[in-house]
């Protein structure tokens, strides 16, 4: 393992942030905060104008001659049947996230918007929001990553890295080796500081949901750490024996859990008013998606400016934290399926079921605001981790429906840990398709440290901006990726016209 | 200085954008027996 430079030099710069977050974590979350604040004042116009460039992108090559091309070779067929497809991939995608914003995203936005406007536009208006976020231009992100290595990958026979693009097109001398090993470094700190912020995200969550169920008061740190220390003793076992259909077995399990709970909420909860929500959303989502891609709320206040930062830019450059990770694991599912299907799959369908989900559980929490004079705003301003078990409680069966969260929860990071272990390793050991157990529990523990530093953070403002300092890089090497993959489309054309 | 700073940024962020442009347009030799070890 130490004669893989890339793989020392990752561990200790990944180890490296571990240890000043576990020993300083008010001096590594400021740090965090003033540099990405920087950024984001100067470059937000060019994080705004990069996503909505990728989602642009995604939707020409799949309307385009290339959407007929296939990841791998013509006669290759897709191994996945489409259903498992779509779940496989809405499960590495978005995951743990859901279950924590479910109603605590629409709602933290209602709280800002309804200064601005009257409280029933303001309340559609942070539904599009929430939809933004989580919507086509954070799966054209996705997307156009996993499109990139799944055709160096299985069309041109590479192996599946961020480095491999680059040297296929521009050729094989030190410059490009240099820059492909740098960008191979920025992927997997991006990937070690994103899956970490993930996992304080979850422990949070479920730290409030064994509160609720059990009816602890004010637990503290204690819970907290006890929860995190039973997750990694958890994601040990499955780091050591080679799984294979059993992870795909517990993804698929934490996806059946989640959807039969929205399914829940949307019948036991007010249906009419539900549905109604998600079809003015839907519509007003269809109607400003692409335009509001390029707002960058310039013209506004701070409140707004600062408002503009630490949701929609942290999400867009979250998003890129996390494509190397998801675009692996998309890539090694959709081998066989042609560029249209695979872009058309990757960003409609989960974009779909966001704008359901978000309108299933927002609307609920909207009308608990509008209807009911339910005081959810209280909670949301107070303790955002615990607003999804609030909002249960005021639903049949609560026990149920609050331990089926914790468990999706528990399941998601998990399935989580273990997969990004298993993709640093392979980019960690330069494309080992069967990583040695000693690296992915290296990267268990590395993960582990850096989901500690989160939690120990106990903020989930500084989570957000640990993750988008790790992230920030890559909004340049997904660009440069983009361009790998329209040079060798432009070289593929004359074979096939 | 903090408009210094602001300008340096986005100056970076016009040449990578230049950089990608140069890049989709240049002729380049592919690689075709190395990729394999990068």
Redesign the interface.
Known sequence: MFRNPLLLVALIITGAVAVWGIADTAGLAGFASRLVGIQFTSRAWFIMLAVSFMLIVSIWLAFSRHGRIKLGKDDDEPEFSTVSWLTMLFAAGMGVGLLYWGTAEPLTHYLLISNYQDPRKAAGLALFVTNFHWGLHAWAIYALTGLVIAYFSFRLGCPSLVSAPIIKVFGANRLTRSIGWLCDLLAIVAIAIGLGGSVAMGVFQIKEGVEALFGIQGAGMGLTLGIFVVLCVSYILPLTVDLGRGMAILSNTAMAVTGGLMIFILLAGPTHFVMGGIVQALGEYLGGAITHGFRTFTFMDDQVGNWFQSWTLTYMVWWLAWAPFVGVFIARISKGRTIREFICGVILVPTAFSILWFGVFGGVGFYGILRLDVPILDVVRENLSGVTFFVLDHFPLPFLTIGAVVVAAFLFIITSVVSAAFVLGMFSTGGDLNPSTRVKLSWGAILGALGLVMILSNSIDAVKSIIALGALPFVFIVLLLVVCLLKALKAERPQWS | MSNL??TF??IE?FA?IGL?LW??FKE????DG?????
């Open positions: 700073l602001d940024m986005n962020v990578f990608l890049l989709y380049f030799g592919a690689d190395d990729s394999s070890d990068p």
